[in-house]
Each structure stands twice: as structure tokens, then as C-alpha cells.
């Protein structure tokens, strides 16, 4: 660390000359006379000044150590320390001692602190198992290249990777993703931009023009090469790979997220596809394809309920269909959640809504919802409205006076079909009520006490029958605290 010190006479100049500086700290003394230039590419700079005496303190030494900005004569009489009168050669000399151990000190911990943030932004920026960006880089990286025409975004993610770590430890697991992670940096290194997006998901991105059939046989060789690896290998025989690729041109105004998005879904539309396969984003994919199977229906506001009301998606079978509405102003999912959307047996799809009006996220799912009613009628199906937002609670009423079977949900996360299919059969079973026994279903679930129940039902039904259903169930209730309401 370099010092320059400036002192206001020859004689204190020559004194501090004297002093040896500590390990680490070189010093440069000076007399500070009328028209001598300040070193201001010295990291400190120290003034030493006699102040003239004062009736109450004598003669005082005042010690200034500013940034070179900082250095005018307004700022001169701000205190670093404060030596008094008398100030013998040796005190003088003790003092400014103590004055650059306090400075070495001071550098160290210094250093020590911009080490430990560079640690901290190699880390943000660096995944530890594979050495590749982190999903938080790429994000970056991407952000930064903004203005690039041409910006090509693939998005990889291991098939049957889950069946390794259950069947070999987390440890063969770790060994699969650093071997993928180093083949897709020889092989797109140095024009290609890798990063581990979470689990067992990797992204490339590539800048510049590129033709999209020259991506994907670029995509196609590598992941040959990647099965012939795994191929070769005891524990990672079962694994292969599926990709997706989404492009932004010029004249396209496409933010970050929709780059990823649009690359996720082409990566969804290849695991549909059974896997092991490479596709490319078109506006097809976000159509609603009703699968014949499905007879659930979870309308997610993403915006409303952000990650936490996914909770639990893993859970859903292929009966269950999620559709996730989301916007710009939505938090990202997290890896976590990730992980979960690729065990889950569901399918899943993706709705970005164009924001600019209000409530444009809202009316787009309300549409979807009356699409799905339109084209499922006749059939035994369900349908749910993951939102905390109460704007929709006017959709229920609406729609179950047209015989859909719908409700509002605040999450995923314990709405558990099958047993929720036992209780309604369970109810259905004992009250012969089949329209309404799903809605008795979910209050039973819901409901912590015999009394809540009851009221719920009586809410409900809103007649004599309510009294006779609430008799009929009671044997799905006894486990409930409280006592049974006299009707």
C-alpha cells in the first residue's frame, strides 16, 4: 500500500523520514508548501498540520487522511487524530507509528474483504459441481448482449436422470452431470456460452447468425455423442438427453425470459415426444392440445401465486393437466420447483400474457377456462383456479350453475385427487347426491371441526336437505374435535 504524508514544517518531515514504515506500507514524506502538487494516485494520503494554539488546548498536531477529491481547505480541519502539545521527537514518532499499524490493519482487512467478495462472485457466477455459469450468469450474460440480433438459446435436460441417483447414489448422479457439463463445453466451447440451470437442466447460449437447421445437427451430434458416453458407462446406461431450441432474429423484441421460455417449451415438447430428441420453438407449442386422458384441470395464476402455489406438482398424474399463466411481472421458478414440473406425470403447459391492460393475465385465463368447459362437455371433469385473487370467486358460481365441477384453490400442494375421488365416492356413497358431492368432499377436507362442517354445508345446500346430508356423513367426520350440531 503506497502513503504519501505531507507535513507542514522540515523539522516534523524529517522526523516521521526517521520512522520505519511497517511490512506492506511505503511511504513517501513531504513538506507541504504553497504550491506543491498532491500525488493523487497514492491510496492515502496523510496531513499532518500544526493548528495554531488556542487558549483552552495549547498547540495541536491534526491529522487528516481523505480521498484525493476530498482534499480542500474546508476538509483539511476534519480530525483523523489528535496529537497534543507538548509533542516531543519521540512521542511524534510513536504516534505516527501507531498511525500506520492502524493504516496496515486497516489495508489488510481490506484485501481480506475484496477476496471474500470475489469468492462470492465466483460463486454466484460459477456452478461448484460443473464448472459451468450459473443460471443467475447466463441470465446476466444474456441481459448484456441485449441489443445482439441474433441470440440462439438451447435448453438440454437429462432423461431418466432421477432413475440413476435413485438406483446408483447421488454420487453416480454427480459424476453424469460433470461428464455432460465437460463433453458441452469441448463441444461448444469457445462460441458457446454453457450454463447448468439447475438439477439435471443445461442451457447454451450462441450469439451471432446462425441457420436453424445448423443448430439442431449441431444439437443432434452432440447428444449422439453424449448417448455413446453414457452407452459406455455402468451406471449411466439408462440416460439420454432431450433438447430445445428457441432463436430470437432481427426485428424480434424478445426479453430474457422469453427466450427461455420459448426454448423450455420446445425442451417440453421433446420430452412429450418420447424423449432422447431435439425440437424447435414454434407459436404452436403454446396451443391448448387437450390430451384425452386428462381429467383434471389446474389453471395456475402464476403472478398471483408464484411458485408456492405449484407446491406439490410432482404429485399429479397423467389425469392431471397444469396450465401455467404467467406474465413479466412473474418471479422465476425456482430450481427446486424445477425439478418437480419434470417428475410430475402431468402434463404442463405455458401461457404468457402480453401485459399492458389491466387484468390481461386474468381474462386470458378466464377464456381458456370457458374453452376447456366448451370443448370438454360430456365429460366426467374437473377443473381448479390456483389464485389468492378474489376476482375469480364470481367465476365459480357462474360456471357450476352450468354444471361444471370447479372450484378456486390458494396452491398444488396437498390437494391430493385421489384421495379427494375416494372421499366423493365415499359421499356420494352415503348421501346420493351426486352433483354436490365433490363440494361436500372439499369441505370435509377442508373443514378443521364437526362445527365448521356443518356450517359450510348449511351454506351450500341452503334448505332442509342440508340437515339430512350433514346425518348421512357424519361416519367421514368422527375424527373431527367438537360436537355434532343438533338439526
Not at 260 to 281: F, N, P, Q
Not at 326 to 334: F, M, Q
Amino acid at each position: 500500500m503506497k502513503t504519501n504524508i505531507y507535513t507542514a514544517g522540515k523539522l516534523t518531515a524529517q522526523i516521521l523520514e526517521a520512522v520505519t514504515p511497517p511490512a506492506g506500507i511505503t511511504c513517501r514524506v513531504s513538506c507541504l508548501t504553497p504550491g506543491i502538487n498532491i500525488d493523487t494516485d497514492t491510496e492515502n494520503i496523510i496531513i499532518i498540520k500544526k493548528l495554531p494554539p488556542s487558549p483552552a488546548d495549547g498547540v495541536k498536531y491534526v491529522l487528516c487522511s481523505k480521498s484525493p477529491a476530498d482534499l480542500t481547505p474546508d476538509t483539511l480541519s476534519l480530525l483523523y487524530d489528535l496529537w497534543p502539545e507538548p509533542l516531543t521527537p519521540s512521542l511524534l514518532k510513536f504516534h505516527y507509528t501507531k498511525l500506520l499499524e492502524r493504516l496496515n490493519a486497516e489495508h489488510i482487512n481490506a484485501s481480506e474483504e475484496r477476496r471474500h467478495n470475489r469468492r462470492i462472485m465466483e460463486m454466484a457466477r460459477q456452478d461448484y459441481l460443473t464448472g459451468l455459469a450459473t443460471r443467475w450468469y447466463l441470465q446476466e450474460y444474456i441481459a448484456s448482449n441485449q441489443d445482439e440480433d441474433n441470440v440462439t438459446c438451447i435448453y438440454f435436460d437429462l432423461d431418466n436422470f432421477k432413475a440413476v441417483n435413485d438406483t446408483y447414489g447421488h454420487q453416480a448422479g454427480d459424476r453424469a452431470l460433470a461428464a455432460t457439463a465437460e463433453m458441452m463445453q469441448r463441444d461448444f466451447s469457445p462460441d458457446g456460452f454453457c450454463a447448468r440451470m439447475g438439477g439435471d437442466e443445461f442451457m447454451i447460449v450462441l450469439l451471432g447468425q446462425r441457420e436453424t437447421s445448423d443448430v439442431e445437427a449441431r444439437v443432434n451430434s452432440f447428444m449422439s455423442a453424449l448417448l455413446e458416453y453414457y452407452a459406455g458407462t455402468s451406471t449411466m446406461k439408462a440416460l439420454s438427453v432431450s433438447a430445445g431450441i428457441s432463436q430470437k432474429m432481427p426485428g424480434d423484441d424478445k426479453s430474457i425470459d422469453r427466450l427461455i421460455h420459448e426454448a423450455d417449451m420446445a425442451l417440453y415438447a421433446a420430452k412429450k415426444s418420447g424423449r432422447a430428441c431435439c425440437k424447435i420453438y414454434t407459436p404452436e407449442l403454446e396451443r391448448v392440445n387437450e390430451p384425452s386422458s386428462a381429467r383434471n384441470f389446474y389453471l395456475v395464476d402464476y403472478e398471483n401465486v408464484h411458485s408456492a402455489g405449484l407446491d406439490g406438482i410432482h404429485k399429479l398424474g397423467p389425469e392431471s393437466r397444469v396450465l401455467i399463466f404467467y406474465s413479466r411481472n412473474a418471479s422465476h421458478l425456482t430450481g427446486s420447483l424445477n425439478m418437480g414440473i419434470r417428475e410430475s406425470n402431468a402434463e404442463i403447459t405455458y401461457h404468457h400474457a402480453e401485459t399492458g391492460t389491466k387484468n390481461a393475465l386474468d381474462f386470458q385465463l378466464s377464456s381458456y377456462l370457458g374453452e376447456l368447459i366448451a370443448g370438454n362437455e360430456g365429460r366426467n371433469c374437473r377443473y381448479y383456479i390456483v389464485s389468492k385473487d378474489s376476482g375469480f370467486s364470481g367465476l365459480i358460481p357462474f360456471w357450476r350453475e352450468k354444471g361444471a365441477d370447479i372450484d378456486i384453490i390458494p396452491d398444488i400442494s396437498g390437494h391430493d385427487t385421489a384421495q379427494l375421488d375416494e372421499m366423493t365416492r365415499r359421499v356420494e356413497a352415503l348421501t346420493g347426491q351426486k352433483t354436490i358431492s365433490r363440494q361436500i368432499a372439499e369441505i370435509i377436507r377442508q373443514c378443521g371441526t364437526k362445527i365448521e362442517v356443518n356450517t359450510a354445508i348449511q351454506r351450500l345446500i341452503r334448505s332442509g336437505r342440508a340437515g339430512e346430508i350433514y346425518r348421512s356423513i357424519r361416519p367421514l367426520i368422527e375424527d373431527k374435535p367438537g360436537q355434532h350440531r343438533k338439526i
